[in-house]
């Protein structure tokens, strides 16, 4: 398995961080399997092991790796530089933006580019860093090639985790297998959304039919990536689009644990290293307009582009208009001249820094350290508990393989009984609800989602995080009766996810009572 297939970044960072209790007992499971086979001669073993071996090096790895998807023209690139703080991602609709991009943390700047046939080459990285955006610079067609592999080397996010680029679903029919296959290796997505709307609940529900039924609310955040263009255009977007974001958090339930809404254009030039000083004196200049000529020339793109009257030449309204869009310029202008009794930012860096909380991308951090790091050990250990099952039938077609397969799917089932990894049973309860099949109530909907999206005893039974042990046994017993009773006399399609919500919620009782007894 080449690196590119199996990626293995740099750990300079904090990546090799300790596994978590899950991602532990299942790499002893793999090891001792791995154990039992390799001193066979057999050689058709040789696929088995191989598999087994990607599986422990990817418990190992220490990053979680996140997809970005969505839809065509969604502001997937743009969002994935926005996190790394570089332009490293083509945001152009080239050829570079149709292939699947592994953006790692590395010792030097590099692409490598690995075919569909097993080839693989490097080629040189953009000046800077990161995919080459001429066409012809990959030195093969988008649809010969698997994935490219990024190389980072200044990038806080991919020292924590390995970043996923995927190119856009161009039709409700999906994605090709090059893109699926890249998602099925995800242990989380960012589901990028520009204007959420019927579209992207079908988009998510095709998504999840193609890529399996992990592409759940468990492990799914929606973006709405370009706030700046809800409304009319002028003034703050901020109150509607936490509106828009809230109405579709519960139109999606079932599919995306949350909404965040974000300016993505604002976000990726904040969050990089492309704005400078003298980017910040053009923005001056334009604190000497009218600001009721201003804001009618940040009307729209095409209006400033062509403000000939303005004190600023084409070139530089364009640069402008590509790093910031109109409502990115407006917001500068009012830092810098203190506009509606703030007061006025002085210098680039504090220009940016306040940009850079406008654009909502450090609230996306908090959501996604939320939702996602704090989940990690289960995320990850789900994704290599699903490997194996995907390796089932390959590994039981070997009878070499069929004892030592035997003692490692019984380790699986047991290790699957853990509180955190019964909740992925529930991933299916999930998909019900999002696309209306699973009656339930609100308030039984939201003990469901609590239940399966939760990353400890406390938040799945939506408790404080501090809560002490009693408190939760206590609010376990309860929950458990709920289902018990639901289980027992609930519709059918309803009995069997009551049946998993209530061992579930047994199971942490059985926990805390002991903790706190």
């Not at 058709?44 to 598999?51: M, N, P, R, Y």
């Not at 519960?250 to 254009?265: C, D, E, F, K, N």
């Not at 853990?418 to 019900?432: D, N, V, W, Y």
Request: proline share 6%; charged share 25%.
């Amino acid at each position: 398995m080449t690196a590119a297939h199996n990626p293995q970044p740099d750990d300079g960072g904090d990546g090799g961080r300790e596994q978590g209790e899950l991602c532990a007992a299942a790499t002893d499971l793999v090891t001792t399997a791995l154990k039992s086979l390799t001193p066979s001669p057999d050689p058709e073993l040789g696929s088995v092991v191989a598999a087994l071996e990607a599986v422990r090096d990817r418990l190992a790895e220490g990053r979680l790796r996140i997809a970005v998807g969505g839809r065509m023209n969604a502001g997937k690139s743009t969002l994935v530089n926005a996190l790394l703080g570089q332009r490293l991602a083509a945001t152009a609709a080239t050829e570079c933006t149709m292939v699947v991009a592994w953006f790692c943390q590395g010792v030097q700047n590099k692409v490598r580019v690995q075919r569909l046939d097993g080839r693989a080459y490097d080629v040189p990285a953009h000046p800077g860093g990161g995919i080459p955006r001429a066409p012809g610079r990959l030195g093969s067609p988008p649809d010969e090639i698997a994935e490219l592999l990024v190389d980072v080397t200044s990038s806080e996010l991919t020292r924590r985790h390995i970043l996923i680029d995927t190119p856009g679903m161009d039709t409700l029919s999906g994605l090709d297998e090059v893109a699926l296959r890249a998602l099925s290796r995800a242990d989380a997505l960012l589901y990028v959304m520009p204007h959420p709307g019927a579209g992207d609940a079908e988009a998510l529900q095709s998504l999840r039919r193609q890529a399996g039924s992990r592409i759940t609310a468990m492990n799914v955040l929606g973006v709405l990536s370009r706030i700046d263009e809800l409304g009319s255009g002028t003034g703050t977007p901020w109150p509607r689009a936490r509106r828009v974001a809230a109405t579709y958090t519960t139109r999606l339930t079932g599919m995306a644990s949350h909404i965040v809404p974000v300016v993505g254009l604002l976000a990726q030039t904040a969050g990089g290293d492309e704005f400078t000083e003298d980017d910040t004196a053009l923005l001056r200049r334009l604190t000497d307009a009218p600001p009721d000529v201003l804001e009618e020339a940040l009307y729209s793109p095409e209006e400033f582009a062509e403000w000939t009257d303005g004190p600023l030449d084409r070139a530089a309204r364009l640069r402008l208009l590509d790093l910031l869009g109109v409502y990115g310029i407006a917001l500068a202008v009012g830092l810098l001249t203190g506009a509606d009794g703030r007061p006025a930012v002085s210098g680039t860096g504090a220009l940016l820094e306040r940009l850079r909380e406008e654009s909502g991308l450090d609230a996306l951090v908090r959501e996604m350290d939320e939702r996602f790091v704090s989940a990690a050990d289960r995320l990850r250990a789900a994704s290599a508990l699903q490997s194996l099952d995907d390796l089932t039938l390959a590994a039981q077609a070997v009878p070499a393989a069929r004892e030592a397969w035997a003692a490692l799917r019984s380790g699986v089932t047991a290790l699957r009984r853990h509180p955190l990894l019964r909740q992925t049973e529930l991933g299916s309860a999930l998909a019900e609800l999002a696309n209306g099949t699973l009656p339930l109530g609100d308030t039984e909907t939201a003990a469901l989602v609590a239940l399966a999206t939760g990353t400890d005893a406390a938040s799945c039974l939506r408790l404080p995080p501090d809560a002490p042990a009693h408190d939760i046994a206590r609010a376990a017993a309860r929950e458990a009766a709920h289902w018990r009773t639901r289980e027992a006399s609930g519709p059918r399609a309803v009995r069997r996810h009551a049946r998993t919500a209530r061992e579930l919620c047994e199971e942490f009782h059985f926990r805390n009572a002991h903790q706190s007894g």
